[in-house]
């Protein structure tokens, strides 16, 4: 690495500084002498939480504390890593924190917000591959997409990893971080075959946390010990194979499903790997991607552990109507319901679609017991929306509290006025309206 002499010089001028500093102990000196007989540990969480210039600093404090910053353990370079000498650039800094290095780095963390070369990331990610590192975070916010190095395939400690901005293409010999745990990457290009092998190739993963990635069409995940999936961005399809510990799930599609004539049901598809989940977050064009293939009243196994459901439904299409109906009907575990109501694809609707609630007659079939909070934002006076307050109101015998926010001002006093006057089987439900 390319070096600079003054800044490789500090630890000697400090060294200097306390060799002409009085000889006879201070009130200070006293104090500082009972932080560093503290426990080597809470000395190095110390240090782990201040910022690295701050870090660099407490060699001063005395000689027991010269080499203590050097052997730091988690290192963190943001837009706090600036020098005063303006001929010192942020890659000089980083370059010296690594060569004066002692021991392992099992954290190491670069977030810079100007441009970086990628010449300089390849140098300090080839220092990482060569020790223990357990959690790194390259996140890249200034210039094209950073293409990982090879070498970046060999860092087999990593635990949590994160990536944003980067072009992920591993070596033919790459065969899986084994220890991997967390995943989150961002804003990432990878190819189909790629991003399902080196999911396949984590067994340990347990959290997994995808956002706006490309050059992969189909989201097809295999990981037996996942336990929490927050996807956001477009995909043609979803699949989820070996996920049954999966406990939460986050998922938003960016994109219009387009119906398949004849194909099998979404809906059925996606819930059968999951027995266990218990907090299930759809947006977007979820919705509509579940709706796709045979309408289903209730799924043919109950989802037992779901407590927390969120949607976004768009109540001027029937198909999500009634997916978002089986869903709360399969849930008979749900305490708590947050419905969006998405009005990015209105449309004037008649028929089928406003009368949907009438055609149920006496076999709506839809009890929850367990029920306590309903929240529904941007609700409007239309009839199938309304409808389904009713139905919601008509069916949670233990419902403690529904909250409604209209998506406008106008009319919303008329539109109180309706819901007050609709049936509830709980005796203590208070209804609470907010304004938008």
Known sequence: MPTNPNWLSLLDQISEEQRKAPKSP???????????????????????????????????????????????QNLKFDEQCVSTQNHITFANIVDQVLLLHIGPIHKFELSHRD??????????????????????????????????PSCFFSCQDIIHLRLHNCILKPPSTFRGFKSLEHL????????????????????????????????????????????????????????????LHLEHVDIRLEFKVRWVVGGSSNLLKFFVHLPNIRDLQISGYVLKYLAVGPLLRKLPQPILFLNDLYMDVNFTDLEEITTA?????????????EIVVNHIDYHH?????????????????CQLTELRRIEIDAISDAKAELDFIKLL????????????????????LELLKQVVRFRRASVQAEIIFLDS
């Not at 477009?234 to 699949?239: A, K, L, M, Y």
């Not at 109101?393 to 919303?412: A, N």
Request: positive net charge; aromatic residues 6%.
């Open 349 to 365: 609707v008649v028929g089928e679609v406003n009368s949907w609630f009438e055609n149920l007659g006496e076999n709506s079939d």
């Open 184 to 243: 989150d990457i961002r804003h990432v290009t990878l190819a189909q075959h790629v991003f399902e092998d080196f999911i396949v190739r984590c067994p340990m993963l347990k959290k997994l946390i995808l956002k706006y990635c490309d050059g992969f069409p189909n989201l097809c995940i295999d990981a037996p010990n996942l336990k929490l999936l927050d996807i956001d961005g477009s995909f043609e399809d979803v699949s989820l194979q070996n996920t």
């Open 325 to 337: 109906l089986c869903l709360v009907r399969s849930s008979p575990a749900l305490r708590k319901l």
């Open 115 to 148: 441009f970086l070369a990628s010449a300089d990331i390849d140098r300090w990610v080839l220092h990482l591959s060569r020790s223990c590192v357990k959690c790194l975070k390259l996140l890249i916010w200034t210039g094209h997409r950073y293409k990982l």
């Open 26 to 72: 201070s009130k200070m000196e006293v104090e500082l002498d009972s932080i560093s007989n503290l426990p080597r540990e809470i000395v190095e969480k110390i240090l782990a939480r201040l910022p690295i210039k701050e870090a660099v600093r407490t060699s001063i404090l005395s000689t027991k504390w010269r080499y203590k910053p050097a052997m730091l």
């Open 393 to 412: 109101l008509l069916s949670s015998p233990v419902l403690e509290c529904m909250t409604l926010k209209p998506v406008s001002v106008d009319g919303s």
